[in-house]
């Protein structure tokens, strides 16, 4: 969830989701154990900690000063799988949730409320797994969004589907003033705030028929100055490597969440 803290001038200063509606707005990993996780984040992304608003059990993650990603130690209270997981922003968490369940969705927990804001925890008609979070966004919002840490990209079988799936649900593409835009790439789906490119959605081929080898999720990349010492620590750390490239690498911390480390050049 969204575990920041808003602010110290007061709400008038936060970045609500109501303007930045259908876009990420967040990245969050549920833990089993916060302070081994924690470590693990330190020792292969150089992440740096604060304790968010909401107690103990969350923490934002910082690099350079600038917040990156949450993690909560929820996966054992709530009964959740340790995993990274996309939050996008919307007007109306209840809507959001009304409009998951009416098009094949499910929703796993909430809305819930986290002052200041609410929160829910949702899986798509394919079983990839997202949050949507209403309200103030977490101290230094507008710094995460241009530093660019976090980007995601949704590995599904028919990215159209998809697409349709998630602008029915987030607003996308809806006309309506500050909305999302979706852009029909040659292999995928790119989606767009403000300009900038936010997400992307893969099946291969736009125009292919669905592929039933991929298992649906979002994946979550972080950008980093230099890939293979991320891939070095993660092992040496209790980690694994599920793919390297040059300029890429798939791992997967202790507890089993997967991330990919991607070259801040090739972002």
Avoid: N
């Amino acid at each position: 969830m969204i575990h920041g803290t808003t602010h110290s001038s007061g709400a008038a200063d936060a970045v609500s989701t109501r303007s930045i509606f259908g876009a990420p707005c967040w990245v969050s990993l549920s833990s089993r154990d916060l302070d081994a996780t924690q470590d693990f984040y330190t020792a292969v992304l150089g992440w740096r900690w604060r304790t968010a608003r909401l107690g103990d059990r969350f923490r934002t993650a910082l690099a350079d000063g600038t917040p990156v990603a949450g993690i909560a130690e929820a996966a054992t209270v709530w009964q959740m799988a340790v995993a990274w997981t996309p939050y996008f922003a919307v007007a109306d968490a209840d809507v959001a949730v009304g409009r998951v369940r009416e098009r094949g969705g499910t929703v796993a927990v909430g809305p819930i409320s986290f002052p200041p804001g609410r929160a829910a925890l949702l899986a798509d008609r394919d079983g990839a797994r997202f949050g949507v979070w209403q309200g103030q966004l977490v101290t230094e919002w507008e710094a995460w969004r241009q530093a660019a840490p976090t980007f995601i990209t949704l590995h599904t079988r028919d990215a159209f589907a998809a697409t349709i799936f998630y602008g029915e649900v987030l607003d996308w593409a809806s006309g309506l003033p500050g909305c999302c835009e979706v852009e029909y790439a040659a292999d995928q789906v790119l989606l767009r705030s403000q300009g900038d490119i936010v997400a992307r959605i893969e099946s291969g081929s736009v125009e292919a028929p669905p592929d039933p080898s991929v298992r649906p999720h979002w994946q979550v990349h972080f950008a980093v100055a230099d890939v293979g010492p991320c891939v070095q620590s993660a092992g040496k750390h209790g980690g694994s490597v599920l793919h390297e490239g040059e300029h890429e690498a798939v791992l997967r911390d202790p507890d089993g969440a997967q991330f990919t480390v991607t070259s801040r050049r090739r972002r």
